[in-house]
């Protein structure tokens, strides 16, 4: 009986590491898909429809990620530089994990705020440049079926959950993706602390830039606003260290 048991005990174990290793594979593979390799740059238009009686708007910026860290994934630091609407031209906001600042070309000096008032532009640096690997504890969520927008028959998804581990420097909760047969995201689903879901990410278009195949066209929806965001001129970049250094990021000359 006590050599049953112990099979019994080793043969679960075996089958946990192996579906712990196969999570950690495809975490990676997410986030070699969606963090180049290198420092980037690349041009964002959102257009957004606006609900709750509220106008449509537009923004455009050029977001300059300036790779900082190879531990446990990349760290980005990353600075947006503001395109449109005209009243927002040439301001320029910075991310880092220490926090954000906004700088406005009328101003003396750049002034700290909290990500969370700056929720367009935020979301956008999350999507494209935190590490799932380093900020999240994944898990198999098992294969469910998804129906993507405008299409009519469900598609047979891998759903994998994520929870932000302690201390992960940036405003996301748990979230959700459902990836296809081939390991490309579908769908991504940000939650509450309660679990509740408050924002949904569709992957529409992938191209094949900065030498790997990566999401280029978003659509994002939540209670208040759906989104389109379009990616375009993907471009690998120097940043000298002023460019990312809270008290020159305003000034300092981008590539």
Not at 73 to 91: I, W
Not at 96 to 104: A, K, M, P, V
Not at 195 to 209: A, D, I
């Amino acid at each position: 009986m006590r050599q049953t048991f112990s099979c019994a005990v080793f043969l679960l174990a075996a089958v946990a590491t192996s579906v712990a290793a196969e999570v950690t594979g495809v975490v990676t593979a997410l986030d070699e898909m969606r963090l180049p390799g290198r420092s980037f740059a690349v041009r964002v238009n959102i257009a957004a429809e606006v609900r709750l009686g509220k106008a449509a708007e537009a923004w455009a910026f050029d977001l300059f990620a300036r790779r900082t860290a190879e531990s446990a994934g990349a760290t980005f630091d990353v600075v947006l530089h503001s395109l449109e609407p005209a009243a927002d031209r040439g301001k320029r906001i910075l991310f880092t994990r220490q926090g954000c600042w906004l700088h406005d070309p009328k101003a003396k000096r750049p002034v700290k705020v909290p990500a969370q008032q700056l929720w367009s532009q935020g979301s956008v640096t999350d999507m494209l440049t935190w590490s799932l690997a380093r900020d999240f504890v994944a898990t198999d969520g098992g294969l469910e079926t998804l129906t993507l927008e405008g299409g009519t028959t469900p598609v047979t998804c891998h759903r994998y959950d994520f929870i932000p581990r302690p201390g992960a420097a940036f405003a996301s909760g748990p979230m959700r993706y459902w990836l296809d047969a081939k390991g490309a995201p579908l769908q991504a689903v940000h939650l509450t602390a309660i679990g509740k879901p408050w924002r949904t990410v569709r992957f529409v278009e992938f191209q094949e830039v900065l030498g790997t195949r990566r999401p280029v066209t978003f659509g994002t929806w939540s209670r208040s606003q759906v989104c389109r965001i379009t990616l375009s001129a993907h471009r690998a970049v120097k940043l000298p260290p002023a460019a990312t250094d809270p008290e020159t990021f305003g000034t300092a000359t981008l590539p």
